[in-house]
Structures are given as C-alpha cells and as structure tokens.
C-alpha cells in the first residue's frame, strides 16, 4: 500500500520557501543591496542555490516576492487583491490613519532597505516593474480609489475629482521625502498631507 506523500511535500515546500523570504529580509537589512548574493541567501536559509532558481529567475525576484510576502494572509496568500482602506465615514480620519501606517511603515529599516532595493532593480527592469504594478501598486491604487470614490458619493470630495491626482498629491510628497532622506516621516507629516488634500480636493 503507497503512501500519499502529497501533503507533506507541500508543508516542507512552504517552509523553503518562507526561509528563503526571511533570509532575503534579513540579509537586505544586513547588507548593502549589491553584495547580498542568491548564494548567501541559499546559504542563510539552508536550501541550495537551485531551489531558489526553480522558484524565482533571479535575485530581484526574491526581493520582490520576500517584500510581497509581508502582505500575506495566515494561508501564505497575498492580499494585494483584496486589501480595503477603512471607512468609517470621517474621510479625514480615515485616510489621517492610513497615512499615518503608511510613514510609520517607510520608516522602519528592515521595510526601507527591501523596498530602495526593489526601486533601484525595477528602474532598469521593465518585467520586475510591470510584475509589481500588477501584483502590488495597482491593486492598492484601486483599494484606495474605492475609498475616495465613496467619499465622492457622500459629498465629501469633489465629485469630478481625478482620483488618480489625488492619490498622486497625497503621496507623492511622502515618498519624495522618503526617496530623498530630506526629512523624517512623523505622524503629524502624515496629517498635514491629508489636511492639504482634502483642501484641494474639496466638495
């Protein structure tokens, strides 16, 4: 009588794979984007080199997938496609709270050195680029336009606003600041481009 080993295969590939992701995590943070190898990143999460390459084409795709893995549900499944912004029905206060999440998480080291290493890979990787506006940027984008567009309907943005622009004024300054070290991402930074938005933007 065989023995289906099906399952067990699948738990031992899962946990592979979260290794390679926390060791690519965690050598990013480490070290300087350009010295962290897919070697050391086997080597750090004790597979070898050919279990990576079966999964991802190359070093960038790991980043990429080792930053996509942070938004995983409890069954290892992104959730870029279903993420929601909160709606309490205060726009103000809900996008404050979002802006807010989204300095404090820009600020934290280990997310900072994933996501420059990831810019600097898809400014020369049209693949990479197209993988992460598919996979990341525009599901979010939509997330977040759903919640401008209920604010639209409940007369609190102008209703013939671009959302597109309006994402674009809300965000762009931060991820400036961010890109540029200019200044430091606070609470009451994040405020202030909600405050200024929601005045351009007014019904």
């Known amino acids: 009588m065989s023995i289906d080993k ?47 390459y079966r999964r991802w084409p190359s070093k960038s795709a790991v980043v990429f997938a080792a930053l996509l893995a942070l938004s995983e549900n409890t069954d290892g499944q992104a959730d870029g496609q279903s993420v929601a912004l909160p709606d309490t029905g205060d726009l103000e206060a809900d996008l404050k709270l979002v802006m807010r999440a989204t300095a404090e998480e820009f600020a934290d080291p280990t997310f900072d050195r994933l996501i420059r290493a990831l810019n600097a890979e898809i400014a020369h990787d049209a693949a990479l680029a197209a993988e992460y506006q598919d996979k990341l940027a525009r ?6 336009k759903a919640r401008l567009r209920s604010a639209q309907e ?36 994040a405020d202030s481009l909600v405050e200024v938005t929601l005045r351009a933007f007014a019904p």
């Open 6 to 52: 099906g399952p067990d295969h699948s738990r031992r590939k899962e946990r592979s794979r979260q290794a390679i992701l926390a060791a690519t995590r965690e050598l990013v943070a480490e070290e300087a984007y350009e010295k962290v190898t897919v070697e050391a990143i086997a080597a750090r999460a004790g597979v070898g080199k050919q279990t990576i």
């Open 139 to 144: 599901p979010l984008d939509d997330a977040k």
């Open 154 to 189: 409940a007369g609190q943005l102008d209703p013939g606003a671009d959302l597109d622009l309006v994402l674009e004024v809300l965000y762009a300054p931060l991820f400036q600041r961010w890109l540029h070290r200019s200044a430091p991402l606070t609470a009451a930074y």
